[in-house]
């Protein structure tokens, strides 16, 4: 539907540097996560778009052109509320024609659309309930019609689960990304939760302190983080600080890391100082002599679904691991840790 | 056991006592309206409660006394013109001090609370050299300007309450969908500020229609408003023709408030 690129967007407020150069695309028919903690510039970079805020440097375009100078009423952009935004004095199917009636379309054609888009977001025969006659998931679902009805070129979602409890995050998260992918509308989604990131987006920028800490896929920026914020960000993570670095190949590096030597894919071009990233379920527990690392266990949790440890190595840092959960593990035993090779990453102490 | 018992006790001592305070409060705030309301349907000759027999002859005597009428009509005009114009300049008002932020909107706040904080006297005295200057002092204008400061206030408190109940989300919702910024204000933001704006033009209105210090330096040659024909009036001959009068004022009142629940529904104004 429409390709969208911003590039180098700046905004300023007084004496604090909301947004300091983002730069991203989004390609037609894309869902793109802009991920961060609170005042990272993530719904800064959204309110720019839906032209709510104006920015002091950089540009927007859609389809190539710029939109900078067209007023949020003009850009036909789908926006989505954290707290839904809805009419209180308007009922469901109100709210939701409402775009249609400025638009002066005739009452059958709005009748006709309202009552379809409600059938695709499963609110059938909600129709003539007030807002807050309908429960919290329903409401998400009526601000989500009210912004497609209008068939805009562009989605924005401003954290449009924060405000639901688990269960509907879920059920609201797929039906979110269900009609994002059958409609074809570029999408920008503004989360601070990993898992929803990476559940629903095609592309993820991870943002930090006003600037785009990395743009990439959910799988790269999980698998192949370029700084340990990223990792930090998007999972649970283990950074091991290794004390020789030699490149030893095209982004392949022969470390020393507590103790073990070993040869690991990373970020291109390291110099200088790095850590080992290594997520919990690429490490297994084995025989003392079999592992990689050998270690003491200190903590075991069973959480059903598998076993988490946390592992002191000889040199004193400690490794969290997720194992297989009819694995038995005593505190104080020594263990082994096998690595998964093709998990790990080496990263540079400071992004490049 | 006996403990909890008496803990209950106690709290029903506090409730008991809550209540009694309660009725003394309201005793208190009705008395002077019951008692005035009583005299003015007195058939004796002087103002006293409880009122002789009963009758409707000092309604007819203030419908037969053309000062009290014109200062009637005169203050009916005055406050309807009031209320209209503090409902729409405080509309406004409220909508800027939405957008204004930090520390210049408390500034911006007291400003628009200014009349009340300043003795009535002062303010009059200030306008009437005001108006002046400008060629409109001992004028009907003169004097609506007058309760128009005066009762802005009272406007302004009321709707930027209900304003501040909107939120800004829902103003950028309807721009996103498409909405210029009259459709916003007239689909979504009025329909939701309504009661807080109705509530602000009674209470202006009503505060006009009691005015007295300003409208006594302000009036219009040869004009009376209502409060300063009946103070005229009670100078010379203190008859229940006031009680009547004050009876009145009071029903045009309940009957604005009533129309506001009727239409917008009061519980919705506050």
Redesign the interface.
């Known amino acids: 539907m429409a390709t969208v690129e911003v590039r180098d967007l700046r905004k300023r407020y007084q004496d604090f540097l909301a947004l300091d150069g983002v730069s991203l695309k989004a390609e037609s028919g894309q869902l793109v996560t802009l991920l961060g903690p609170s005042g990272c510039g993530k719904s800064t970079t959204l309110r720019c778009l839906?032209?709510?805020l104006e920015a002091n440097g950089g540009d927007i375009t859609v389809d190539g052109e710029s939109i900078l100078s067209t007023?949020?009423?003009?850009?036909?952009?789908?926006?989505v509320?954290q707290?839904y935004?809805?009419?209180?004095?308007m009922t469901v199917a109100e709210n939701i024609g409402?775009?249609l009636k400025?638009?002066k379309l005739p009452k059958s054609e709005i009748e006709t659309r309202v009552k379809d888009v409600m059938q695709l977001v499963r609110l059938g025969g909600l129709g003539d309930r007030l807002p807050r006659e309908i429960s919290g998931g329903q409401q998400q679902r009526v601000a989500l019609a009210?912004?497609l009805v209008?068939k805009p070129k562009l989605l924005l979602l401003d954290e449009p689960l924060a405000n639901l409890d688990a269960r509907l995050r879920d059920e609201v998260r797929w039906l979110i990304r269900d009609l994002q992918q059958q409609s074809g509308i570029t999408a920008f989604y503004v989360t601070h939760d990993q898992s929803e990131a990476m559940a629903m987006s095609d592309m993820v920028a991870v943002m930090k302190q006003g600037r785009v800490a990395q743009f990439a896929t959910p799988r790269e920026i999980y698998q192949k983080p370029v700084e340990r914020y990223v990792a930090d960000f998007t999972g649970e993570a283990n950074f091991i600080a290794c004390s020789s670095v030699m490149s030893v190949g095209e982004a392949r590096y022969a470390v020393t890391a507590a103790g073990a030597s070993l040869e690991v894919a990373g970020v291109p071009e390291i110099t200088g100082s790095a850590e080992l990233l290594l997520r919990p379920e690429a490490l297994e527990l084995t025989a003392p002599a079999a592992g990689t690392f050998q270690g003491t266990v200190t903590k075991s949790a069973f959480l059903g679904a598998a076993l988490h440890c946390e592992i002191a190595l000889a040199d004193g840092s400690i490794l969290k691991l997720t194992a297989e959960p009819n694995h038995q593990v005593e505190t104080g035993e020594e263990v082994g840790i096998a690595i998964d090779h093709s998990h790990t990453w080496l990263m540079p102490e400071v992004a490049p | 056991m006996s403990e909890a018992t008496s803990a209950f006790s106690n709290q029903r001592a506090v409730n008991i006592g809550f209540g009694v305070l309660i009725v003394l409060l309201y005793v208190f705030l009705m008395a002077p309206l019951v008692m005035i309301v009583g005299a003015s349907f007195t058939n004796g000759l002087l103002i006293e409660f409880p009122p002789q027999g009963l009758s409707l002859r000092w309604y007819v005597e203030f419908f037969d006394r053309q000062d009290l009428v014109d200062g009637l009509l005169l203050s009916l005009r005055i406050g309807a013109v009031t209320a209209i114009v503090t409902m729409t300049v405080a509309m406004m008002a409220a909508m800027a001090g939405q957008v204004i932020s930090g520390r210049l909107s408390g500034w911006f706040q007291l400003g628009m609370t200014l009349p009340l904080l300043v003795p009535e006297l002062l303010t009059a005295v200030g306008l009437l050299f005001f108006l002046y200057k400008i060629q409109l002092a001992k004028t009907v204008m003169g004097l609506q300007m007058g309760h128009i400061l005066m009762s802005f206030p009272y406007a302004y408190v009321s709707i930027a309450a209900a304003m501040r109940q909107v939120?800004a989300?829902?103003e950028?919702?309807?721009?996103?969908?498409?909405?210029?910024g009259w459709?916003t204000f007239r689909?979504?933001i009025l329909?939701?500020v309504m009661p807080g704006l109705a509530m602000g033009g009674i209470f202006a209105f009503i505060n006009s229609f009691d005015l007295y210090t300003i409208s006594l330096l302000l009036k219009p040659l040869g004009g009376n408003t209502l409060p300063l024909a009946l103070f005229d009036f009670l100078t010379y001959e203190f008859k229940p023709t006031a009680a009547a009068a004050a009876t009145l004022s009071i029903l045009l009142s309940i009957l604005g408030v009533a129309l506001v629940q009727k239409l917008v529904g009061l519980q919705r104004a506050f």
Do not use: D, I, K, W
């Open positions: 839906a032209g709510f007023p949020a009423n003009r850009r036909g952009f789908g926006v509320f707290n935004a809805l009419f209180p004095h409402y775009g400025l638009q009210r912004a209008l | 939120p989300s829902l950028e919702a309807s721009a996103s969908m498409g909405a210029t459709q689909l979504v329909p939701l």
